[in-house]
């Protein structure tokens, strides 16, 4: 954001010169304050205003809750000369957040494996896609000048969150819409409500989400059958509708008439925990896959051989085709005998190396040793290869 603030710095010399209402004058005003210098504001009370009434309530009641779940993450990272997270470690921390909370990989924070990407844009670039300009200079604001502490870290993790949310119940009308059911309805059944969630996972995951929300329907995608449609791009839909009936069950248990707002409320929390529970399902039947592989008894390694050769079955080979280089960049293939090269079951993917825990413990990955995977029994590739820790408070 050099560009950023050079522009931020022309402009307040020039300020006398503009009229009251200028767009450049109030564009002016937004200008980062002197480094090092100390922010009399807080940032909740800068950015609230522009975010309306209702997220404000919002980010108050989820914000304890980020600062709970963002302390070991922020205590463990290394801060800025002002004890504070710049720009890449605001990234990190608040990507593996996400990932953590929810199983998310957010548009804009996540951009591929390694610190190379976290390092290239600022993580304030990425609040264009969810908050007004004005907010996401805030931001930047105090970025530029002493970074963000672990109450402004957490707020920006809850707008984000926040508005992630409020978009798919945007989306939840045009399910509802779809399926020719009355948004105003206060009377919906059970079944009703199982239709339109139905139709709104549906959506998301094939996409159709956008085309319907830009004012297409299903008629004009040509689409008669999309369960279907569901079905052929995601196998694992039968169980993805279970588990949103049990979750409207589970939040809702024994209720018989729902109107639009106790929709939206289980369509966020459907947002909130499909991905990480879908991650976990799929990482375990693929993490059993890989131990059908296994080169020996226990060794938690499979042959990079035998692991394309998997890759041949038409109906999941597709599961099997990551390249050499992705999995040494997962830190997933051991090459310490370089003629037999094998890959490392319990991070062979990122959900497995990521998502695949319980929350209250952390893989971390070790460094490679040389005896990897060399001796079946002495030297258990899993349990050299991966520890696991609790993490600390």
Not at 40 to 47: Q, T
Not at 90 to 116: A, C, D, M, P
Not at 189 to 210: E, I, P, Q, W
Request: contains cysteine; charged residues 25%; hydrophobic residues 40%.
């Amino acid at each position: 954001m050099a560009m950023l603030s050079l522009c931020a710095s022309i402009l307040s010399f020039t300020i006398g010169a503009l009229a009251a209402d200028s767009p450049i004058q109030e564009m002016a005003q937004w200008s980062p304050t002197l480094r090092g210098a100390p922010s009399n504001s807080s940032l909740l009370d800068e950015v609230a205003p522009l975010l309306g009434d209702e997220a404000r309530e919002s980010l108050e009641e989820r914000l304890p809750g980020f600062i709970t779940a963002l302390h070991p993450m922020y205590t463990s990272t290394p801060k800025n000369e002002f004890g504070r997270l710049g720009h890449s470690a605001v990234r990190y921390t608040v990507n593996r957040l996400f990932v953590q909370r929810h199983g998310w990989f957010v548009n804009g924070i996540y951009e591929g494996q390694g610190s190379k990407q976290l390092n290239e844009t600022s993580v304030t670039d990425a609040l264009l896609q969810y908050v007004p300009p004005r907010a996401q200079h805030a931001f930047e604001a105090r970025l530029s000048n002493l970074g963000l502490d672990e109450t402004e870290v957490a707020l920006l993790g809850a707008i984000i969150e926040h508005v992630i949310f409020e978009d798919a119940v945007r989306e939840l009308e045009v399910s509802f819409n779809t399926v020719d059911i009355d948004l105003e309805s206060t009377e919906l059944r059970a079944d009703d409500v199982d239709v339109v969630l139905d139709m709104h996972m549906s959506l998301r995951l094939t996409g159709l989400n956008k085309e319907l929300a830009a004012g297409k329907d299903l008629l004009d995608l040509q689409i008669d059958d999309m369960e279907q449609v569901v079905l052929e791009m995601y196998p694992r839909w039968p169980l993805t509708k279970q588990f949103l009936r049990e979750l409207r069950e589970e939040m809702e248990p024994g209720r018989t008439a729902f109107d639009f707002a106790a929709v939206a409320d289980i369509v966020r929390e459907i947002e909130g925990r499909w991905a990480r529970w879908s991650a976990m399902e799929e990482c375990h039947e693929l993490k059993g896959k890989l131990l059908a592989l296994e080169e020996g008894s226990n060794t938690g390694c499979v042959r990079l051989s035998d692991f394309y050769r998997r890759s041949l079955d038409p109906k999941d080979g597709w599961q099997f085709k990551e390249n050499p280089a992705y999995l040494r960049q997962l830190g997933a293939l051991d090459e310490s005998e370089p003629a037999n090269p094998r890959v490392i079951i319990p991070t062979t993917s990122t959900c497995l190396e990521i998502v695949c825990r319980p929350p209250s413990s952390t893989w971390h990955a070790a460094s490679a040793s040389a005896s990897l995977c060399k001796s079946r029994s002495k030297a258990p590739c899993r349990h050299q290869r991966v520890r696991h820790t609790k993490s600390q408070p």
